[in-house]
Structures are given as C-alpha cells and as structure tokens.
C-alpha cells in the first residue's frame, strides 16, 4: 500500500521555536511541493495530532516533488507514507475509482505523515478505506486523533438511515450549524477551518482546545501567519454552498434567531468558487450559476438571505434575486 521513508536525528520542538525560521521554510516547502496544509503539517510536528492523511493530485509537479518532500520530512523528524495508486474523486465523499499509479487519467495519491512510520503507513491506508467502507471512518479518526464526540458525528453524517434531512457528507458544515447553540470563531468551518475534522457542534470544546494549541505554536512560529489565520477566522461572513464553493463577505453583518436568515451590507467580498478545480467531473449549469451570482456580488453591497432565496442589492436597486435548493444551500453565517 505504501513506500516509506526513514528518519535519522529526532528534532526537539524546543528547538524548533528557538529557532523558526530553517523549519518553518521546510514546513512551508512542504506544503508548497504536495498543497498538504501547513497549519495541520505544525499540528503533526507539535504533537497536537498524532498523524495527517491527504489524498493531492498526482501531477508533473507532484510527481517530481516528491523526493524534495521525503527529504524534508526527515529533516523535520517526521515519517512520510504515499499510496502506489491512484484515485479517481468526484465527490465531497470521496474515492470512487481505484487506477494505475502511471495511468493517463488524472488522480489524486494519498500521503500520509507522522512522528510514527506505523502511523504514516496506516495514515494513508485508512484514508482509502474510510472512502469506500464508513466502518474504517473510525478507525481514521482515532488515528488523527479526533475527539470522540467528533468521530460519533462522524457516524451521523454516514447516514445509514437516509434520512431525509441529513446532508451527511454532502455538507457537514450545514449538519455542525444545525447542531450549535452558538458559533465560536475558533470552529468557523465556513472560511478556512484549523480542523482537518468536521467538529460536532460549532461551539465543541474538545475542537475549540485544538484550535487554541495549533494558534499558541503558530503565534510562535510564524506570528504574521497566525494574524492572518484569526482574521480569516473572525472576520468575514461566508455564503455558503459547500467546501468548495463560498463567497466571502466583509462588512455589517446581521443574524436572525433563525439560523437560516442573515443579512450583511458589505463592502469586499472574496470568492472561493472552486468546484471545477476540486472535483475531477462536475455539473456545468451549476458552474454558470456560481458564476452569475459572483458576478452580481461584486456588483452588489448588501445580501438578504431567506428560509428559501436570497436577494443581492445595489444601494435600494435589486440586482436579482435567486431561488435556493433548500433553506442551507445557500447559507449566509458568521462567528457570534
């Protein structure tokens, strides 16, 4: 299942802090070469988590990176495991079709990296499996060391009993919300989470802990990083379709009791329309769509989101006014 590599001198993370800048730059190379996240890359080094798995395009780029990333992560004192096949995925779920690591179709390798080559090698393994088998979910996330209110979640968003009102993978951002009391900034899986879980609830203390150790490391480390992370954390409000698909808004933000009515007048949006890049097959007129809407976004200044449309405003002009698949897609939502 996988190839492995082996460490030599074991790296203080004392260390590390004493002196950032030669580490940082090879966490940063890391993720650079492999597009595997730095913040969970720190998480692994720091023993926040026990071990990270990813499945990355296997491209020109990739391909000739690979030895470069092996070499840097026994720098780092860190095991580095990738999958000999490749995978077809077309779905917020997951891996649909296993192909030849030389096949001429596009797919994604899985690497896995920890402290532990067992761990590594299990890291990647498990990802697989929890694709095609949910009873293997589990098993991964007690690897990346998820809380266990997290992993039973977890079990929900299987839905197993189809129900109706479930999004389940589909959306799992939606499914936390509709569990939360209250929104805590440090859990904001609407812009760009710390978690490399989908957390329970949006206020889960166990994920909220998580998230403060990741930000007291990268407050040390990499300090303007860790600013710009929080400020993407706290500021902007995102309309939401799915993890690959939201706008992000700053401005005035106003929420309802109902969680599926907002309002913001807002003065920058950012978009992270990214479906035709994260999925390998993908619906076209839903692409226009996303596309049409960014468009009279940029044009607009204010947004009102109902149970069942939402309409985008210029001043008091209304630019349009857009019919919804359900009351949370899509969803307007920002931290308390």
């Known amino acids: 299942m996988v190839s492995k590599t082996k460490t030599t001198k074991k790296l203080s993370k004392a260390e590390i802090i004493k002196n950032p800048s030669k580490y940082v730059e090879a966490l940063n190379k890391i993720s650079r070469s492999s597009n595997l996240s730095t913040v969970e890359l720190v998480a692994v080094l720091f023993d926040i988590k026990p071990a990270m798995a990813d499945a990355i395009t296997l491209d020109k780029n990739l391909s000739q990176n690979l030895k470069e990333i092996k070499k840097l992560c026994e720098m780092l004192s860190l095991e580095f495991s990738q999958s000999r096949f490749k995978y077809v995925i077309n779905s917020p779920r997951g891996i649909y079709e296993e192909i030849p690591i030389n096949d001429p179709r596009e797919g994604k390798i899985i690497l896995g990296i920890s402290k532990s ?91 909220i802990d998580y998230v403060n150790k990741t930000l007291a490391i990268l407050d040390k480390i990499m300090p303007e990083f860790s600013s710009y992370v929080k400020f993407n954390l706290k500021e902007p409000a995102s309309l939401y379709w799915s993890c690959a698909d939201r706008i992000l808004l700053f401005g005035e933000f106003k929420k309802d009791k109902e969680k599926d009515k907002s309002e913001i007048k807002y003065h920058k949006s950012i978009s992270k329309i990214t479906s035709a890049e994260f999925y390998q097959k993908n619906d076209l007129n839903y692409i226009k769509e996303l596309e049409k809407i960014e468009k009279m976004i940029k044009k607009g200044d204010r947004i009102v989101m109902n149970p069942n449309n939402f309409i985008i405003y210029q001043g008091q002009k209304k630019l349009c006014r857009i019919e919804k698949e359900n009351k949370y897609t899509p969803i307007l939502v920002k931290p308390d």
């Open 117 to 207: 080559i067992s761990k590594a090698e299990k890291a990647a393994e498990y990802y697989h499996l929890k694709c095609i088998d949910s009873k293997y979910g589990e098993k991964f996330g007690r690897l990346m060391g998820y809380p266990e209110c997290c992993l039973k979640f977890g079990d929900y968003l299987n839905n197993s009993s189809n129900d109706p009102n479930n999004f389940g993978y589909k959306n799992p951002a939606v499914e936390s919300l509709k569990r939360s009391k209250k929104f805590a900034w440090q859990l904001n899986v609407f812009t760009g989470s710390l978690l490399s879980h989908y957390p329970c609830s949006l206020n889960c203390q166990k994920s």
